[in-house]
């Protein structure tokens, strides 16, 4: 039997949608809907209920697709795994990320990976919201902040650190706030994201945790918008160190209360990555994520150090 046609069957089976495979694809959805249709007249059983609002699978379908979906895995990773022995890396590798992290972190490191892997194609989804790798078709997700979502496979590149900062012109107008209690007196620049809160959480040298409240003028979903804000002296942020450092180090944010740990949604925030929860992972796909394991960590490092020079 065609192995391209089960692992399309296998595609519709994931993402309920003849259009939606078809899109992922690249393709016509009348080409899905021939191939479905030869596959169950070779196999003489209905593997879909079709109507105009919904696809639903048949008892027969499901049963099929339990048996076949490991076989087909199992198939598909053998042909990988033969074609990528002796080749040089080459193909298409999907990427999604958050857009301001890979402006200011990822698309420096883009030009050598070309350099090196010539024969790779990249695409790069620059969203915030979480894609399905599925359904999408993503070989890698760079994610930013806690991990939500533990159904693919995952690894943690570095962790993340949120720093409380302002311009100094606001500080020299507004004064320095030394305990949490003081945020009340001052303008904050708000974040109002999904996962972060409208308050900031304090953790002190001994671990107690203080939660205040803020308020401010502006709420805006862009972390970069913000950040400009702050430089032009509009009042307090919570923004992370990799989108910061460099305008610490060199005097156009100051940090405030750093005898303190804060954040806006929990102490367990980095930078991960996830891939799709499959056996095998490809040749590209490795090599994407080693690269990025290496030169994110190192760059990361050098900024720390440039950081504490600073200070």
Same mark, same amino acid.
């Given at each position: 039997?065609d192995?391209?046609?089960?692992?399309?069957?296998?595609?519709?089976?994931?993402?309920?949608?003849?259009?939606?495979?078809?899109?992922?694809?690249?393709?016509?959805?009348?080409?899905?809907?021939?191939?479905?249709?030869?596959?169950?007249r070779d196999?003489?059983?209905?593997?879909f209920?079709?109507?105009?609002r919904?696809?639903?699978?048949?008892?027969?379908?499901?049963l099929?697709?339990?048996?076949?979906?490991?076989a087909?895995?199992?198939?598909?990773?053998?042909r990988?795994?033969a074609?990528?022995?002796?080749?040089?890396?080459?193909?298409t590798?999907?990427?999604?990320a958050?857009?301001v992290?890979?402006?200011?972190q990822?698309?420096?490191?883009?030009?050598?990976?070309?350099?090196?892997?010539?024969?790779l194609?990249?695409?790069?989804l620059?969203?915030d919201?979480?894609?399905?790798?599925?359904?999408?078709r993503?070989?890698?997700?760079?994610?930013v902040g806690?991990?939500?979502?533990?159904?693919?496979?995952?690894?943690k590149?570095?962790?993340?650190?949120?720093?409380?900062?302002?311009?100094?012109?606001?500080?020299?107008?507004?004064?320095?706030?030394?305990?949490?209690?003081?945020?009340?007196?001052?303008?904050c620049?708000?974040?109002?994201?999904?996962?972060?809160?409208?308050?900031?959480?304090? %953790?002190?040298? +001994?671990? *107690?945790i203080t939660?205040?409240?803020?308020?401010?003028?502006? /709420?805006i979903?862009?972390?970069? !918008? #913000? %950040?400009?804000? +702050?430089v *032009?002296?509009?009042?307090?942020?919570?923004?992370?160190?990799? /989108?910061i450092?460099?305008?610490? !180090? #060199?005097?156009?944010l100051v940090?405030?209360?750093?005898r303190?740990?804060?954040?806006?949604?929990?102490?367990?925030?980095?930078?991960?990555?996830?891939?799709?929860?499959?056996?095998?992972?490809?040749?590209?796909?490795?090599?994407?994520?080693?690269?990025?394991?290496?030169?994110?960590?190192?760059?990361?490092?050098d900024?720390?150090?440039?950081?504490?020079?600073?200070?």
């Amino acid at each position: 039997m065609d192995l391209s046609a089960l692992e399309l069957f296998i595609d519709v089976m994931q993402q309920h949608s003849f259009a939606a495979v078809a899109r992922s694809r690249n393709i016509d959805p009348s080409s899905v809907s021939r191939v479905i249709a030869k596959l169950e007249r070779d196999l003489n059983i209905r593997l879909f209920q079709r109507s105009t609002r919904k696809l639903q699978p048949t008892e027969a379908g499901q049963l099929y697709f339990d048996r076949v979906f490991p076989a087909v895995t199992e198939l598909t990773v053998a042909r990988q795994q033969a074609m990528e022995v002796s080749q040089t890396p080459r193909g298409t590798l999907r990427v999604t990320a958050p857009g301001v992290f890979a402006e200011k972190q990822l698309t420096p490191l883009l030009p050598e990976f070309a350099r090196r892997y010539p024969e790779l194609r990249v695409e790069l989804l620059l969203v915030d919201a979480y894609l399905d790798l599925i359904a999408e078709r993503i070989d890698v997700a760079i994610r930013v902040g806690a991990l939500r979502d533990s159904t693919y496979r995952f690894q943690k590149l570095r962790s993340i650190e949120f720093f409380i900062c302002a311009g100094p012109g606001y500080l020299a107008e507004h004064g320095v706030p030394e305990r949490p209690e003081e945020i009340v007196d001052h303008r904050c620049l708000l974040f109002p994201r999904r996962d972060h809160s409208l308050s900031w959480l304090f %953790r002190d040298e +001994a671990g *107690a945790i203080t939660e205040m409240p803020i308020q401010g003028q502006y /709420l805006i979903t862009n972390s970069a !918008a #913000i %950040r400009n804000c +702050a430089v *032009a002296n509009m009042g307090l942020t919570l923004l992370p160190d990799w /989108l910061i450092e460099k305008d610490i !180090a #060199i005097g156009q944010l100051v940090r405030l209360f750093s005898r303190y740990t804060v954040t806006a949604t929990d102490f367990n925030s980095g930078v991960w990555l996830l891939y799709p929860s499959q056996g095998f992972i490809s040749r590209k796909t490795q090599i994407w994520i080693d690269y990025l394991g290496d030169n994110l960590r190192s760059n990361i490092h050098d900024i720390d150090r440039d950081m504490r020079v600073a200070q």
